[in-house]
């Protein structure tokens, strides 16, 4: 079940908007422009007003008269009654949904804030008393994630925060498919609830002793009993903690706020995964997460944004709150970006199109051309060995040259199965772009393996043979293109397809991604002019066609 429509009246800074969500929702613009009121008003909805708080607060402009209104449209709405657990309440609700798919859930300060209108088919449903706790067990779980999280809510259980609650329903599923845990409760009822059982009948006794010395000071007590009940999963979680190993084991609030939110994220995906591969598709979820780019690195930014991305595709919804042109600049199938701007003190949405994407990126890279840092051509590597050598050669030999960007086709792809298609990923937006016909690819020697691949991704892009625009190194690894030089660090400088693929007594590369990095910086630094031009002619070539091709 989602939210298909979204209206809110009177809310601090948003004085009437309406909108369509989909699956994937951004909401994007400036500091103070009113996102987290957007977040809050849904918040609203779902939660009611918080204890202790003014109502007069929250209306626009602090106005008495100005009433609330938040009114959210979900589809799905018969899988989500049949996803219910309790049985009562399923029958609530599909006798108030009447056969319909969509309903409407609003809540208003014109009327009795503390309940919720059911509104199906445009009427609103008048159900019985105990109606608005099956309309909790039927709407989707609210997760808001703000910027104000307390991270404890991460390094250790409550069952009050959203990331307990997670955690909770994951330990527990696990727990009670657990053969030794099932007998270690049958144990526990043995010990202390059967009558026949020694503690039982022990405490029993200090159960009348006690009750003799209180019936002298109240002669109306008849009866002390002492019981242990069966202790349920949260007091088994009192003590629960997280730990994380970074080369220093300690617990997670120890962490810096960066990996104390990428870890609260993590659990948020980790949650998702263990539900679908569990079954577990019942009660869909809604993420809403302010800031989610807050102390991310932009290429962490863009891993979350797919993690999210992958958490929408079934039965849940995710809405970012962002300053960030990472969480904008990708196309996704299924995502709505909102442009949020307050205009005279009030807070506007708009639904943006492609046509409008560049210039919301250029306003929240902060409005300026020399943000844009356009290069004259851009050369796709495979990965990060290339970049490193490169970059550094060009430095050091051909500063005068056009400006080119190198992009590592790898470096922000872990999902990839074959190199060719993390090329791919890099090359289709440049090929839809002015550089289509100049940007240039250089990649390894295929195996036999991936061949295959290769092959269809130049029958599917011509254009790149014909125009000269595609190269490929001799050997599966650059490392095999490097010039027969030895050094007291890293012996020769070429290695050997033997040595590349050699392995240690774990199964595991002798010579490791890191040592290749390290490897390439160091040749990069070290190696001349002549030697690169000569020795390494392929990589020469693709960098001297790119400068040509190059504005």
Not at 186 to 192: A, I
Not at 275 to 293: M, P, T, V
Not at 312 to 340: G, P, R
Not at 522 to 548: P, S, V
Request: charged share 25%; hydrophobic share 35%.
């Amino acid at each position: 079940m989602k939210i298909t429509r979204i209206k809110i009246e009177n809310f601090r800074s948003i004085k009437k908007t309406e909108f369509y969500t989909s699956d994937f929702n951004i909401a994007v613009g400036q500091n103070n422009c009113g996102k987290t009121n957007f977040f809050e008003a849904v918040q609203f909805l779902f939660n009611g007003v918080a204890r202790g708080q003014n109502i007069t607060e929250l209306k626009h402009k602090r106005q008495t008269e100005n009433e609330i209104l938040v009114e959210l449209e979900f589809s799905g709405a018969q899988q989500g009654a049949k996803n219910m657990l309790n049985q009562a309440n399923k029958t609530k609700i599909l006798n108030a949904l009447n056969k319909n798919d969509t309903v409407v859930i609003s809540r208003s300060t014109s009327e009795d804030v503390k309940k919720r209108k059911f509104i199906v088919d445009g009427k609103e449903e008048n159900p019985k008393t105990g109606f608005d706790k099956a309309l909790n067990d039927f709407l989707p779980k609210f997760e808001y994630i703000t910027t104000k999280q307390y991270y404890d809510a991460v390094a250790k259980y409550s069952k009050t925060t959203p990331m307990g609650i997670m955690l909770s329903g994951v330990l527990s599923a696990i727990l009670q498919e657990n053969v030794q845990y099932r007998e270690f409760q049958t144990k526990f009822r043995e010990l202390f609830e059967d009558d026949n059982s020694e503690i039982k009948t022990e405490f029993d006794n200090v159960g009348n002793n006690v009750q003799i010395y209180l019936e002298k000071q109240f002669p109306d007590c008849t009866k002390v009993k002492f019981e242990v009940t069966a202790p349920v999963f949260d007091d088994l979680l009192k003590n629960f903690e997280t730990t994380i190993n970074d080369g220093v084991e300690t617990s997670a609030e120890e962490k810096g706020d960066g990996m104390q939110r990428a870890l609260m994220l993590a659990i948020i995906q980790a949650y998702a995964d263990f539900r679908k591969s569990n079954d577990d598709l019942g009660k869909s979820f809604l993420f809403f997460i302010d800031e989610a780019e807050l102390h991310l690195h932009p290429t962490a930014q863009r891993k979350l944004k797919d993690v999210l991305y992958t958490l929408s595709n079934e039965n849940d919804q995710v809405f970012i709150n962002t300053h960030s042109s990472v969480f904008v600049a990708d196309n996704f199938e299924n995502q709505s970006i909102l442009k949020v701007e307050k205009l005279e003190g009030q807070t506007e949405f708009e639904l943006t199109t492609n046509l409008d994407k560049p210039y919301v990126v250029f306003e929240l890279l902060g409005g300026s051309p020399s943000d844009l840092l356009l290069p004259k051509n851009f050369l796709i590597v495979e990965g990060q060995s290339e970049f490193e050598l490169l970059t550094r050669v060009i430095k050091r030999f051909y500063p005068n040259k056009p400006n080119i960007q190198i992009i590592k086709a790898n470096g922000d792809v872990n999902q990839v199965t074959r190199t060719i298609n993390s090329i791919e990923k890099a090359y289709i937006p440049l090929n839809a772009s002015i550089y289509r016909e100049r940007t240039v690819i250089l990649i390894d020697e295929p195996s036999k393996q991936t061949a295959g691949g290769v092959n269809q991704f130049l029958q599917n892009n011509k254009s790149l043979n014909r125009n000269r625009q595609f190269f490929q190194l001799i050997g599966r690894d650059l490392e095999q293109s490097y010039p027969n030089q030895v050094c007291p660090i890293y012996g020769n400088w070429k290695k050997t397809q033997e040595e590349l693929d050699k392995e240690n007594q774990n199964g595991k590369k002798i010579i490791t991604g890191d040592k290749k990095k390290k490897l390439a910086k160091h040749i990069g630094l070290n190696i001349t002019q002549k030697q690169f031009e000569n020795d390494m002619q392929i990589c020469f070539q693709a960098l001297e066609r790119t400068w040509e091709l190059a504005y």
